[in-house]
């Protein structure tokens, strides 16, 4: 039996991360793998309603394998990591490996160390989502031959083209009250990045919700300590706060909170370069996080925003990013060519087609 006939698996140490296998497995299915009990519980909760009919698993979520994270080199048939976790020195042949980055953002692959460019090397095939994410590469010193490289473009582009995502629908499961303020999503990044949560979170609550709509979607390794200050604040009278929890891909997805706001405040995450896709204003906040990637001026987001720094009145900044969207949205528009692929709505389509000449 050739390896290329075996399943199709998605690998993942989070569930979140999973965000960017659904558009794939909704066209040519697929198991995901998860590396705890712990985790199937999550993915049991957070992905009810999302398999395929022929799938017909108990809890409606898609189906779902528990293996431990030393086993993973086990997966036989088409094996796509959405996290770069393969073990280089544990090489199975009867598996084909692909690698799709769950974001792209500005900071270095495991800050740089050299065990993330041996791992990326592993792969058989790289998913691309545009020429950010080949630059990125160059820049962790790869060079790797054009047939392992695939120029898929973003999978999770093709739901915002469609439509998927409307203003109304997102605000209705945010419960938004006030739908004539204006809506600023707050989206740091975690810990790895610096992120800025813990540090500004509460600055943010306060002088933001008297004028703004405030939906805080943390990073999904900071999303406790988030929505226990939220409803900290709730409950002292804080009113136009929302919470976006990062973990429930259903109810919660990140492009619905996309469709919800009006522009964005963030620092190093990847939600920055997927922002883009809304030709929407955001404003970047400078961190101190140093492993960063060398970008040119057109692939670096932050070189083309107002950057906050804890100095700064924010409010003036996000009225004055407000006034002027209009007249940048052309600017947000070049920026996201030049980091992605032409948005055109058939990413998955396209990764579909690729997994299925493979066997899937």
Known sequence: MSRAALPLHYVANSVYQFAYALPVYERVGGIFVVPSVKKWWHLQRFLRGRARPQDRTPFGAPPVRVLPRARWPELEG?????ANAIDPDRRNPRAVTIFHEHGTSDKRYESGASAGGRKLASYDHIFLSGPKNRERLL????????ARLVEIGA??????????????AAQDTLGVVDRDRPSVLYAPTWRFGNGTLR???DRFIEQLTPRYNLIVRPHYHDRRWGAARCQWARWRGVRHLYFSEPADLTQHDTYAAFAASDLLLSDLS??????????????????DFEARHRMPASMDALQHVPLYDGTQDLVTMIDDALTT??????DFDRLLRACFYAPDGGAADRAAGFLRGLGA
């Open 270 to 287: 990847s939600v920055v370069y997927e922002y883009l896709i809304t030709r929407r204003p955001m404003i970047g906040i400078r961190t």
């Open 139 to 146: 820049d962790t010193d790869l060079q790797l031959p054009d």
């Open 155 to 168: 999978l999770r582009f093709d739901d915002w083209v469609a439509g998927r995502f409307t203003r109304r």
């Open 199 to 201: 540090r500004y979170l």
């Open 78 to 82: 088409s094996v796509f990591y959405l």
């Open 325 to 330: 969207q209009q007249q940048r949205r052309d």
